[in-house]
C-alpha cells in the first residue's frame, strides 16, 4: 500500500470533507480519509503509477484545491506530482514549496473573506438603516439601496454562492445553500418589485402591519434582509477561518524542536565537520556540546553529562548520562561534552514517532459538526419545499399569482438565517473576549461543546501541577552539623555548576566563596571551601556512608549528598516546586463534579507525593508519551469524555487525543497548538475557569440557535398562510438577531 498526504483548501464545513471522502473511496484500490479540521486528506493506494494527479484532479473538478505537502515528499517518493504544470497549480513543478503554497492559499482566502466583510459592514448598515428609520426615506431611497446592496449581495456573498453551487453539483445542501436561498429569494423579489411593481416609484415608503393583506404584494422590497443576512454570516465565517489557521500546527510544531544540523565526527584523524541532520546514518558519531540540542537518537561512547529531557518525559530533573548510555534526539545537552553513536534517524526517531502520534490522535478525534449545520442538513431543504408547497396551494386556491409569491417569499425570508448566523460568532465572540481577560484563550466553538460533557480531567505533573523548576525542599544535616552549615558549604561549591540541581542548591544558600571548583563526571562536583574539601553529589558516598545516611525517610525528593573531608555532613533534598494554586484548583474542579488524574513520567514515589499535597483523586505515574496516548483513550474507552491539562512536547500527542485539550501558555508551542484551549495564567485556577467560561460560553450558543429557531420556526407557518407581511419577516430577523447580540453581551460579566 503507497500512502498519499493531501493539503486541502476550501472546505466551508464537515460534509465537504464527507463528500471528498466518498469520491476518493469510490476510485479503485483506494482507501481515503478527509479530516476537516485538519484540512487533510490521507490515502492509501493498492496500486498507483506514481502520480498523485488524478487525486488532485478529482478534489479540484468538486470546486476544492489540493497541494501536495513538502513532508510527504519527502516520506513518500513513490508519489510524483505529474500533473501538468498549465493545468493544476499544485504541480511541483511549478511549485518547488507545495506546503506554503497550501499555506498562502489559505492565507488569500482569509483576506478576501476579511475584505468582503469589511465592505459588506459599510455598505449594509446603510442599507438597514435606510430600511428601518422611516425618516430617512427620501425620495427614490429605494434606488440608492439597490445600489448599496447589490455588491454586498453579489460580491460579498460570492464564497457561499460558489460553495451552493458546488454543492448543488453533487446533490448537497449545507448552511451555504440557506444563505444563498435566502438571500438571493429576497434580492430577486426586491429587483421584480422595483422594475415591474410599485416599489420603485418616487415617494415610496415602507409600510408597517403585522397581517399582510396582499393589496400590493409588489410594492416592498427586502434589500436590507439580503445584505443583511451576507453580512452577519459572513461576519461568522470569517471568524472561523480566523481560528481554523491555527489549526494542525502541533506536528510542524514537533518537527521544527529538532536540531537542524549536527556536528559529524569522522576520518582518520578523526575530524569534525558541520552536516545538516538528514545527512547522518545509523552508525555515525557526532559531537553534542554543552547547550546543543542532540542531533538525533544515539548512544554516548564518550564522555559524561546530564541531559534534560524534559520536552520528552516531562521530567524536570536532567538525566545523568555517560557511556553506554541511550540518548534521545531533540533534548538538550546541558554540561559536559558527548560523543554520539547515531542508532535512529529521520523517519525512526522518537521525536518522528511522537509526530506521528500526534497525526493519529488528530485524524481520529471525532469531529463536531456545528449545531447549525446538522439543523440546516434537514432545515434547508425543508422549507425550501414548504416555500414551492405555499407557492403552488396559493396558486391553485386564490390564482393570484403576486400574493402566492409574496406568500412564497415570506417564507424563504423567515427562514433566513440572520440570527443564525449571529448566535454561535457572537457568543464566542464575548466569551472568547472575556476568556482573555482571565488568561483562557479558547481555540474555537467545537471546543465548547465538548467542554461541557468533560467528567475527568488529566493533568501533567511537570509545569503543570509544578512550577517545573527544582528548589530546596529541605536540609537533612548529620550529627554535629547544622543545616545552615551543609547549605552554605553546598551552595558555595555549586555556584559554579551549570547543572540545574546545582543552580537550585546554589540560590538557596550563599555567603562563601570556593576555590579550585572542579565537576567530576559521573559523580558531582568538589571544591575547596574555608579550606575545606567539600564534595557535593551521589558518586561520593562510599557503601559505609551509604549504610549510616541520615536521611532515611526523609521527604520525596532528590537527596543530594554533601561531603566534607570526607565524612558525610548530611544531605540536601532538592524537588520540583508545587503552585501555590494547584490544591485549591482542583479542589474546585472536584466542587464542579469532576475526577481528577495526576499523569506523569515521573517516579511513583514523587507523583503519589504530589497527588497527595494536592488532593488528586487518582495518580498514574512513570508513562512515556505514548503510554499518556493509551491512558487518556482506556479512560475514554471506559465512558468517560476526558480534559487533559499539560505543557510540554510529551504532552503535545495526549492533548490532541483527549476529548478536550488545555495547554499552560508557558508549555512548549507543540503542546499550545495541539490543545483547544490555551491557559496564559500560568496555573491551574486558570483550566478551572476555563471549564466554566467554556460550559456557560456554549450554554448561551444554545439559547442564540434555539430562540433564532424559534423565532424563525414560529412565524414560518403564518407565512404560509398569507397572514404575515414579508416586511414582519424582516423585522423578525432584526429582532432575533438583537435578542441574540443581547444575550451573548451577557458574558461579558462573568466571574
Not at 330 to 345: E, F, H, W
Request: hydrophobic content about 45%.
Amino acid at each position: 500500500m503507497n500512502s498519499l498526504d493531501l493539503d486541502i483548501t476550501g472546505m466551508t464545513c464537515a460534509s465537504c470533507a464527507n463528500r471528498i471522502e466518498r469520491k476518493l473511496n469510490k476510485l479503485d484500490g483506494v482507501t481515503a480519509t478527509v479530516n476537516y479540521a485538519t484540512e487533510k486528506a490521507h490515502i492509501e493506494a493498492a496500486s498507483s503509477d506514481g502520480s498523485a494527479a488524478p487525486y488532485i484532479e478529482l478534489i479540484e473538478d468538486m470546486g476544492y484545491k489540493a497541494f501536495i505537502p513538502l513532508q510527504t515528499q519527502a516520506q513518500t517518493p513513490t508519489f510524483q506530482a505529474t500533473t501538468q504544470p498549465q493545468t493544476h497549480p499544485a504541480s511541483t513543478q511549478d511549485h518547488p514549496h507545495p506546503a506554503s503554497e497550501a499555506e498562502l492559499a489559505t492565507d488569500r482566502e482569509l483576506a478576501s473573506l476579511r475584505q468582503r466583510l469589511i465592505g459588506a459592514a459599510i455598505l449594509s448598515t446603510l442599507v438597514i438603516l435606510l430600511a428601518m428609520i422611516p425618516p430617512l426615506q427620501f425620495t427614490n431611497w429605494q434606488w440608492l439601496s439597490l445600489t448599496l446592496a447589490a455588491p454586498v449581495i453579489v460580491w460579498a456573498g460570492y464564497p457561499f454562492h460558489r460553495s451552493t453551487w458546488a454543492n448543488l453539483k453533487h446533490g448537497a445542501v449545507t448552511m451555504d445553500t440557506l444563505i444563498t436561498v435566502g438571500a438571493l429569494a429576497a434580492f430577486a423579489w426586491s429587483l421584480v418589485a422595483l422594475f415591474f411593481g410599485h416599489a420603485g416609484v418616487p415617494g415610496m415608503r415602507h409600510s408597517w402591519s403585522l397581517f399582510h393583506t396582499h393589496s400590493d404584494p409588489l410594492g416592498d422590497i427586502y434589500l436590507e434582509v439580503a445584505a443583511g443576512v451576507v453580512t452577519f454570516v459572513l461576519a461568522g465565517r470569517y471568524f472561523e477561518h480566523r481560528s481554523k489557521k491555527r489549526a494542525g500546527q502541533a506536528l510542524r510544531a514537533l518537527t521544527q524542536l529538532g536540531s537542524k544540523q549536527a556536528t559529524l565526527l569522522s576520518g582518520t584523524p578523526p575530524t569534525e565537520r558541520l552536516v545538516d541532520v538528514a545527512q547522518l546514518q545509523v552508525g555515525d558519531t557526532f559531537v553534542v556540546r554543552p547547550g546543543e540540542k542532540i542531533a538525533t537518537d544515539g548512544v554516548v561512547t564518550d564522555g559524561h553529562s546530564a541531559v534534560d529531557e524534559s520536552m520528552l518525559t516531562g521530567e524536570s530533573v536532567p538525566v545523568e548520562v555517560a557511556p553506554g548510555s541511550e540518548i534521545t534526539g531533540a533534548t538538550v545537552n546541558t554540561s559536559g561534552r558527548l560523543l554520539v553513536r547515531a542508532t535512529r534517524v529521520g523517519e525512526d526517531t522518537q521525536l518522528a514517532h511522537m509526530a506521528r502520534l500526534v497525526e493519529r490522535a488528530q485524524s481520529g478525534k471525532a469531529q463536531v459538526q456545528r449545531l447549525a449545520d446538522r439543523v440546516s442538513a434537514v432545515f434547508v431543504p425543508a422549507v425550501i419545499v414548504l416555500a414551492l408547497l405555499t407557492l403552488a396551494v396559493w396558486l391553485l386556491v386564490a390564482r393570484d399569482v403576486s400574493s402566492a409569491l409574496s406568500a412564497a417569499v415570506a417564507v424563504l425570508i423567515i427562514a433566513c438565517p440572520c440570527a443564525l448566523g449571529l448566535a454561535t460568532p457572537t457568543a464566542l465572540l464575548v466569551g472568547t473576549g472575556r476568556g482573555a481577560q482571565m488568561g483562557v484563550l479558547i481555540r474555537g466553538p467545537e471546543v465548547l461543546e465538548t467542554a461541557r460533557g468533560v467528567d475527568t480531567v488529566v493533568l501533567d505533573k511537570t509545569g503543570t501541577v509544578t512550577t517545573g523548576e527544582m528548589s530546596v525542599q529541605q536540609v537533612l544535616p548529620a550529627q554535629g552539623w547544622s543545616e545552615q552549615q551543609v547549605l552554605d558549604l553546598a551552595a558555595a561549591v555549586e555556584a559554579n555548576s551549570e547543572h540545574p540541581i546545582g543552580r537550585a542548591i546554589a540560590r538557596a544558600g550563599g555567603g562563601r566563596n570556593s576555590t579550585g571548583f572542579e565537576n567530576i563526571p559521573g559523580r558531582g562536583v568538589q571544591a575547596t571551601v574555608d579550606g575545606q574539601r567539600v564534595q557535593v553529589g551521589r558518586g561520593f558516598v562510599t557503601e559505609t556512608q551509604t549504610k549510616t545516611d541520615p536521611t532515611t525517610g526523609g521527604p520525596v525528593g532528590t537527596h543530594i549528598p554533601v561531603i566534607v573531608d570526607g565524612e558525610r555532613a548530611g544531605s540536601i533534598i532538592v524537588a520540583d516546586t508545587i503552585k501555590g494554586t494547584s490544591a485549591e484548583a482542583i479542589n474546585r474542579m472536584k466542587d464542579l463534579g469532576l475526577r481528577t488524574v495526576i499523569l506523569t513520567g515521573d517516579s511513583p514515589e514523587v507523583a503519589r507525593s504530589v497527588g497527595a499535597q494536592v488532593g488528586a483523586d487518582d495518580v498514574i505515574a512513570g508513562v512515556m508519551p505514548e503510554d499518556k496516548v493509551a491512558e487518556v483513550q482506556r479512560l475514554q474507552d471506559a465512558g468517560h469524555v476526558v480534559a487533559m491539562v499539560g505543557d510540554g512536547v510529551n504532552d503535545a500527542a495526549a492533548l490532541t487525543q483527549a476529548d478536550l485539550g488545555m495547554a499552560m501558555g508557558r508549555g512548549t508551542d507543540a503542546a499550545i497548538e495541539a490543545a483547544d484551549i490555551t491557559l496564559v495564567r500560568d496555573d491551574l485556577l486558570a483550566a478551572v475557569d476555563a471549564l466554566r467560561l467554556s460550559r456557560r460560553t456554549l450554554k448561551t450558543i444554545k439559547m442564540n440557535l434555539f430562540w433564532a429557531f424559534a423565532y424563525n420556526v414560529a412565524a414560518i407557518p403564518l407565512a404560509a398562510l398569507g397572514l404575515l407581511n414579508p416586511m414582519l419577516a424582516g423585522a423578525a430577523m432584526a429582532l432575533s438577531s438583537v435578542f441574540v447580540v443581547s444575550n451573548s453581551l451577557r458574558l461579558k460579566g462573568f466571574q
